[in-house]
Antibody, heavy 117, light 108 residues
Framework: EEQLMESGGGLVQPGGSLRLSCAAS????????MHWVRQAPGKGPVWVSR????????TYADSVKGRFTISRDNAKNTVYLQMNSLRVEDTAIYYC??????????WGQGTTVTVSS | DIVMTQSPATLSVSPGERATLSCRAS??????LAWFQQKPGQPPRLLIY???TRATGIPARFSASGSGTEFTLTISSLQSDDFAVYFC??????????FGQGTKVEIK
């Protein structure tokens, strides 16, 4: 079964850091772009970042540029999101999802990030 | 950035009736438009991509159409499992990938 599983969320103070992980299984991980998408309580999903097949190209939403870094380890079938200088407005469920010819066809269950003092 | 606007915000429908949801893009997105269903406590689920192609396992009562800036998702005969929030996504003019704000389909 093709699956994604996020981990690494938690409660952090403003200005703090977290590293999210997303482990893939059941498919050829290196054949897909990977994305992080977040969703604040009661709001719609918002795209955060994307990484290409081998990690050589990344893009970010303006709201996280310079603070978040996406990376991947194809040997471990895992994509990461390093989040620094966290703000209250970064509070959300963070999902990873994959992208090839069919966009965002599989999602993980998400990991919750809460930024609060 | 392309802004996606969905209407209505809430749609009240009786089981067995048809539901029609709209999504408008602030610029042309060609046919690179997808629809997702989301239930409480779950991630979004891909229903439709490339404007009108059903994803794997999606029942035929879900159909979609559109072009340019105007897109529609139709659920032909609502079943109890269909009451949820629906989002559209454009993946034409990138980055960013942009979602609509959602339409909640509720039981009338």
């Amino acid at each position: 079964e093709e699956q994604l599983m996020e981990s690494g969320g938690g409660l952090v103070q403003p200005g703090g850091s977290l590293r999210l992980s997303c482990a893939a299984s059941g498919f050829t991980f290196s054949g897909f772009w990977m994305h992080w998408v977040r969703q604040a309580p009661g709001k719609g999903p918002v795209w955060v970042s994307r990484i290409n097949y081998d990690g050589s190209n990344t893009t970010y939403a303006d709201s996280v540029k310079g603070r978040f870094t996406i990376s991947r380890d194809n040997a471990k079938n895992t994509v990461y999101l390093q989040m620094n200088s966290l703000r209250v407005e970064d509070t959300a469920i963070y999902y990873c999802t994959r992208d090839r010819s069919t966009p965002f066809d599989i999602w993980g269950q998400g990991t919750t990030v809460t930024v609060s003092s | 950035d392309i802004v996606m606007t969905q209407s209505p915000a809430t749609l009240s429908v009786s089981p067995g009736e048809r539901a029609t949801l709209s999504c408008r893009a602030s610029q042309r997105v060609n046919y690179n438009l997808a629809w997702f269903q989301q239930k409480p406590g779950q991630p979004p689920r891909l229903l439709i991509y490339r404007t009108s192609t059903r994803a794997t396992g999606i029942p035929a009562r879900f159909s979609a159409s559109g072009s340019g800036t105007e897109f529609t998702l139709t659920i032909s005969s609502l079943q109890s499992d269909d009451f949820a929030v629906y989002f559209c996504l454009q993946y034409d003019n990138l980055p960013p990938w942009t979602f609509g704000q959602g339409t909640k389909v509720e039981i009338k």
